[in-house]
């Protein structure tokens, strides 16, 4: 059976993995939004500086640029559905600037079975624009839901302080040098220390977290008109050409280049 859809706007499927040990955990961020939809399976989820405990029927909405993961691996089955789509998708009525988690109504429930459904009776043209249809019903139902009915809401759990300073530091300073040192001495902590407790609790290093929210504002800018040039100087990289690297390791496309959007959403699942 076809469990999988993609074009240069947006992607759809089905994953089932008979337990979640076998699931990649990196700690991962997109360029596109993803909404997470998990139909069975019980874990702690990480957005950003925030975690959530997923259950049945857990759905997950995440702007471009939170970096998310699972947090530990446990042994059950993990059924999910996934749409990447870019934010041009996004309803213009609609804001979604944090992560929002709910617990699915009937009615979202059913969007996503209807989809699976029709992935299975039509092409892919047709198929298309009823996905379409269904990311604006669904979007206005999980928005709703979250701002009108508490039972279907919850709230994170909070992270330890010095994750949650450490990613505040890091996201108040994306256009500033930031450094190891810059941070540690900052907080207080060693490097060592602070390296030890980023990479255990946020499955990424310290480093390689602050080159991808970098790349993910140089992209934001990029979009918004922003030459490539003006953007390395912004950011402060010491040469352009480190700032093309970067990019290039990121989005695997150059930021002079114009954006292959449907390559881009395709790397993007891989990440997950």
Not at 112 to 139: G, H, V
Not at 178 to 202: G, N, P, T
């Amino acid at each position: 059976m076809n469990n999988f859809f993609v074009s240069k706007h947006i992607l759809f499927q089905y994953r089932i993995s008979e337990n979640i040990e076998t699931v990649d955990l990196r700690s991962h961020c997109h360029s596109t939004y993803e909404i997470l939809f998990v139909t069975k399976g019980k874990n702690n989820f990480l957005v950003e500086n925030s975690t959530y405990q997923i259950a049945d029927n857990s759905l997950i909405i995440i702007p471009p640029g939170i970096y998310h993961t699972l947090q530990n691996a446990s042994q059950n089955e993990y059924e999910r559905y996934i749409i990447y789509f870019v934010s041009d998708l996004l309803p213009p009525f609609l804001h979604i600037g944090e992560s929002l988690h709910i617990f699915a109504s009937e009615d979202i429930k059913n969007i996503f079975l209807k989809l699976y459904k029709y992935l299975q009776q039509f092409n892919t043209e047709t198929f298309y624009s009823l996905l379409i249809s269904a990311l604006t019903e669904l979007l206005i139902l999980a928005t709703h839901l979250k701002n009108t009915d508490v039972s279907f809401s919850q709230q994170p759990l909070d992270p330890p302080a010095l994750i949650g300073q450490t990613l505040n530091f890091i996201n108040e300073n994306l256009d500033n040098p930031i450094s190891l040192d810059a941070i540690a001495a900052r907080l207080f902590v060693s490097k060592s220390y602070l390296c030890h407790v980023f990479q255990r609790y946020m499955k990424i290093s310290v480093m390689k977290y602050i080159r991808s929210k970098k790349m993910m504002r140089a992209h934001a800018l990029l979009q918004n008109g922003m030459s490539h040039t003006q953007v390395a100087q912004l950011l402060h990289y010491d040469t352009y050409l480190t700032f093309l690297r970067q990019y290039r390791a990121e989005f695997h496309c150059n930021p002079s280049q114009k954006e292959i959007v449907s390559k881009m959403i395709e790397n993007d699942f891989l990440k997950e």
